[in-house]
């Protein structure tokens, strides 16, 4: 998102990039229209969104963070589905609608997931899909990167030193 606002990635595409955090959107208990979700989660106004769903809808991209946590508990309230941007409904069905490419189907979605999700979230959505799995470093890679941030020899090797013993940590690093 910081590179396409940047203007360095996929600038020309698009005009507007919305992020939906799913564990943000899934503590929102009031109804609410697709245009008031996409306010929510940036500066614009429900206008400014409406006019540019209705303009250039094709210029649009959503951004669905962490999915998985969808799939894996997904809401036991309605299942309501929407086909009008302006309908008010809570927040999760909205969510279902997009996924399913009932609402926006001229926009792209970026949806991010662990990879035990994955084959639930092919189900849930619009297609056509395609997958990357950005798997993180390896521990060699974790030290590579240490030591090109770290340019001085004494301080990496002080520095990676304490983050290999902590193995929580250097599995952070890793992801």
Excluded at 79 to 92: E, I, Y
Excluded at 95 to 114: A, D, N, Q, W, Y
Excluded at 155 to 162: A, D, I, N, Q, V
């Amino acid at each position: 998102m910081l590179d396409w606002a940047s203007g360095e990635l996929y600038s020309e595409n698009f005009d507007v990039v919305f992020l939906l955090k799913f564990d943000e959107v899934k503590c929102l208990s009031h109804q609410m229209s697709l245009n008031e979700l996409l306010s929510w989660s940036c500066s614009l106004t429900s206008d400014q969104i409406s006019q540019i769903l209705e303009l250039t809808p094709e210029k649009v991209l959503i951004l669905i963070d962490g999915i998985d946590e969808y799939v894996s508990h997904p809401p036991s309230h309605s299942m309501l589905v929407l086909t009008n941007p302006s309908d008010r409904a809570r927040p999760m069905d909205i969510l279902r609608s997009v996924l399913k490419g009932i609402l926006l189907p001229e926009s792209f979605m970026l949806v991010t997931t662990r990879s035990l999700a994955a084959d639930a979230v092919m189900n849930l959505l619009k297609g056509p899909q395609r997958f990357t799995e950005i798997v993180g470093f390896s521990e060699r890679g974790v030290q590579e990167y240490f030591q090109k941030f770290f340019q001085d020899e004494q301080l990496f090797r002080k520095t990676y030193e304490r983050v290999k013993i902590n193995e929580s940590l250097l599995t952070a690093c890793s992801v």
